[in-house]
């Protein structure tokens, strides 16, 4: 069974930082496009930040120039370094692997992770 497992959340003050990771397991991971969402209370789930299986990334804009997505494809790990952190980043964080070729439509998601920034 495919596993998505993210580590590294918290409570943070603002203007700090957090480097989420994201394991995957029974994948093959070089292949997905990866993503980092969140969903905080009352919100729907939006997403923070994209990398494709070549290393093309994307962000939302209100993380641009704070947040950085990286992957590791011998790790078969993906990393959200979080950087500047404001108090309406606080959300549950989801780890997320895609993989669309055709008719082959495969979705996976993390069981997700707290991030709360508060002083």
């Known amino acids: 069974q495919v596993q998505l497992v993210e580590s590294g959340g918290g409570l943070v003050q603002p203007g700090g930082s957090l480097r989420l990771s994201c394991a995957a397991s029974r994948i093959t991971f070089s292949i997905y496009d990866m993503g980092w969402y969140r969903q905080a209370p009352g919100k729907q789930r939006e997403l923070v930040a994209g990398?494709?299986?070549?290393?093309?990334?994307n962000y939302t804009l209100s993380v641009k120039g704070r947040f950085t997505i990286s992957r590791d494809n011998a790790e078969n790990t993906v990393y959200l370094q979080m950087n500047s952190l404001k108090p309406e980043d606080t959300a549950n964080y989801y780890c997320n692997a895609r993989f669309r070729r055709g008719y082959v439509n495969l979705n996976y998601w993390g069981q997700g992770i707290q991030v709360t920034v508060s002083s």
């Open positions: 990398i494709t299986s070549d290393g093309t990334t």
